[in-house]
């Protein structure tokens, strides 16, 4: 028979309070990033796959306020000392469920006789007897006594015929006993001058706080869409970008957004800083701020327009509050954009879509969006102004900075180091298992990149054909995955130079396969990371995406273009034109046909041959050859004829 009991001093109990303060000790240690910001403090070099030390001594990375970092310590502190305690009291706790053994209360061996049993029973005796034995402070008469009791019955259970079939039959010398089950509960729980609270606790619980919670989720998610963005911001982009919008509409369209979406509170006044745009950018800046702030929430979107255009400009806010808000706020725009970039796409419309791209690299770099600036301006020591002659390229720019004893040539040429120019080894359409392109069916573009520094060749490896052949096999397996990217060893293009991204930067790449004379994307674009750098050690020195699309129902020639787009340089922007031909199946079914499937023309004297020749097609003409008896026939012939004359 079991009895039950509330034990305050429950064992299981504590595991399970434990789990709360594991979670909550451990969660605020866990810093969220936003986008491939990483906040963090580097301090390697800037070749490979480290950072860049020249985007480091001026790089505005987002650092937690002192209030926010006092609470976190204190909460962290506090989870963590109750997590020690609770597990001091799981360490000191004694289980009180053990399974009675006579040989090990006896301290003997299961196998030991029934002469040895007693000879060591008497020995215990001796020891443990009460008489025998004198209290002190660590052990009471009352422990000496029970102890002295358990040796006995552990004797008598291993000699003793009656008390030895009670512990065969129950495990216990005193035949059965009363299992007690301790409920890890407190007392005061269940006694009744406690019931109403109790029961008003409960409620609380399970009718107020549980459904609160479930609600809360439930609206919150609901309140979103896949993107993250409320829905009057998503409503926004959708009418806001039209067929025809460039870069200063996508700008605008973007600062409507916070209208909206929540940010961090205004930290100082910006009149200052806004007087300082209207005087650099001009009449523009007042229309862009006639666009924005023109309704519910006008004095957000302003303010947030503010905060973007002082960073393009590369302003000086002259308040850490305000570079906080800054920076917050920037760590916002990649998810909005990302938002505007699926609506600009699923209407298949190629000017927005290049527009919200180029966006992302203007803002990581701190340029005015549709300006004409030289790409030297994003090296360090340089801003707008710079003077750039020509089309000149980065290196032979920073090679002449060197040439000229300029100081910035040498955080430039650290900057140049991290700099990832894409390389496009190869690209071309594939059709698994085919080598020509049908309509309808499943074509993938298949592109082979690389990461180079400026101003550096590669030299083409020479490939047998058996190098040649492995490669296509390893392309064939790479089509049938499911991944966009091949899987690769190779190190990443590494962390990007971007001093005015508040945060580390990941160069990240677009794939466009667009017909550019429509304005129309054919394939939603690809976004790729971690192109390898090149290594001309490597057998191959590339790695592989694709693009799995269904090809057009129509046959003809299609010519498209391929647009390489940058997130985090800006200007670094490829374009490759490609043509995708569509075969008539029969094209593919007469390039299948092997000689001996050929059906050749019906002879002229057999029943198709003539049928074929009443409707004009071609027979094969069948050569007339004499036959033995009719030669013969023909010169019997001539010589009855012969004789006849004689005659």
């Known amino acids: 028979m ?15 309070v434990i789990s709360p303060p594991v979670s909550l000790a451990v969660t605020p240690t866990q810093q969220p990033t936003d986008h491939r910001a990483v906040q963090s403090t580097p301090n390697k070099t800037c070749k490979g796959v480290s950072v860049c030390p020249a985007s480091i001594a001026d790089s505005k990375l987002v650092q937690p306020t002192d209030s926010a970092l006092d609470s976190q310590k204190v909460f962290l502190l506090v989870g963590w000392s109750a997590f020690a305690w609770l597990l001091y009291g799981v360490h000191g706790a004694e289980s009180d469920n053990k399974v009675y053994n006579p040989y090990e209360i006896l301290g003997i061996s299961t196998g030991a006789s029934e002469k040895e049993i007693k000879s060591l029973f008497k ?15 660590n052990e009471t008469v009352e422990q000496i006594a029970n102890r002295f009791v358990d040796i006995t019955k552990a004797y008598k259970s291993l000699t003793d015929e009656t008390i030895r079939r009670n512990y065969e039959l129950y495990g216990h010398p005193d035949g059965r006993q009363e299992v007690s089950m301790g409920i890890a509960l407190p007392s005061w729980i269940v006694e009744s001058k406690n ?18 919670m479930v609600g809360r989720w439930w609206f919150g998610s609901k309140g979103k869409t896949k993107d993250g963005i409320e829905p009057r911001t998503a409503e926004g982009f959708w009418k806001g970008v039209e067929e025809g919008s460039g870069l200063g509409d996508i700008v605008k369209v973007v600062g409507s957004a916070f209208r909206y979406e929540s940010h961090t509170k205004s930290a100082g006044d910006l009149s200052n800083v806004e007087a300082e745009i209207e005087k650099r950018v001009g009449d ?32 000086d806010l002259g308040s850490k509050a305000l570079e906080q808000e800054q920076a917050s706020l920037l760590l916002q725009t990649p998810m909005l954009l990302n938002a505007l970039l699926t609506i600009a796409s699923a209407r298949s419309w190629l000017a927005p879509t290049l527009g919200v791209m180029r966006l992302h690299a203007y803002l990581v770099q701190a340029l005015v969006p549709g300006k004409a600036t030289p790409i030297q301006a994003q090296l360090p020591g340089f801003d707008s102004t710079v003077l750039s002659t020509g089309k000149q390229d980065l290196a032979t720019f920073v090679r002449e900075l060197k040439e000229n004893g300029d100081q910035r040539a040498s955080e430039a040429g650290k900057a140049l180091q991290s700099w990832g120019t894409l390389e496009i080894v190869d690209m071309g359409f594939k059709v698994i298992g085919e080598r020509l392109v049908t309509p309808s069916s499943i074509v993938f573009l298949l592109v082979k990149l690389r990461v180079k520094e400026p101003g550096t060749t590669t030299p083409s490896p020479v490939q047998d054909a058996k190098s040649i052949k492995k490669n296509d096999e390893i392309d064939g397996k790479f089509l049938s995955t ?10 990443g293009a590494g962390y990007a130079h971007a001093p005015y991204w508040p945060g580390l930067r990941k160069p990240g790449w677009w794939i466009i396969l667009a017909d550019d004379k429509s304005n129309r994307i054919v394939v939603p674009p690809l976004k790729i990371s971690d192109v390898p750098r090149s290594d001309p050690s490597r057998a191959r020195n590339y790695r592989c995406y694709k693009i799995q699309f269904q090809a057009p129902p129509n046959t003809g020639l299609f010519t498209w273009k391929v647009y390489f ?46 049928m074929a020749a009443m409707r004009g097609g071609s027979v094969k003409k069948v050569e007339m050859v004499e036959s033995d008896d009719e030669s013969s026939t023909d010169v019997d012939e001539e010589d009855d004829s012969e004789s006849s004359d004689s005659d």
């Open 482 to 491: 499911r991944k966009d990217a091949e899987e690769t060893d190779a190190n």
């Open 195 to 212: 019931n109403i609270w109790v029961l008003g606790l409960y409620a609380l619980l399970i009718g107020g706080l549980l459904p609160g």
């Open 565 to 610: 787009v940058s997130d985090t340089i800006a200007g670094e922007e490829t374009c490759r034109p490609i043509s995708l031909k569509i075969d008539d199946v029969s094209a593919l079914a007469a390039e299948e046909q092997t000689p001996e499937d050929e059906i050749s023309d019906p002879e002229e004297d057999s029943l198709a041959g003539q």
């Open 284 to 315: 523009e800046w007042k229309k862009m701020i006639k666009a924005v702030a023109n309704g519910d929430g006008d004095s957000n979107a302003r303010r947030a327009l503010t905060l973007l255009y002082a960073h393009f400009l590369r302003l």
């Open 2 to 16: 079991a009895n039950y009991h509330y034990d305050e001093a429950g064992n299981m109990a504590t595991y399970f």
């Open 123 to 137: 020995k215990l005796s001796k020891i443990y007897h009460p008489d025998k034995v004198k209290a002190t402070v």
